[in-house]
């Protein structure tokens, strides 16, 4: 005889649903941890005015095309030690 209560063995919540649903939770925070990170980075772009870099001395060191790219050099550093204490003492 046939019983007259039939069960239906997908719908039970096992170990496979349980994982599914750790999956789907994990991947709405993951989403929502990224959305976050970008709101900041969109954020932090809109204040500096998206500056990354110094673009003025970016292209003083791409003047040269026949020479190696350099730092911009400090004036103060291209002096000599007797130049440095005469201004030092003037300025005290």
Known sequence: MQSSKT???CADFGAIQRNAVIWFIA????GIFICVKCANIDSWMYHSNAETLDYSAYREN???TFTLPSEATDKRTAQSIASVTRR???DN
Request: charged share 40%; hydrophobic share 45%.
């Open 88 to 90: 030092l003492k003037k």
């Open 7 to 9: 069960e239906d063995p």
């Open 27 to 30: 991947c709405i925070a993951i």
């Open 62 to 64: 791409r003047l040269a």
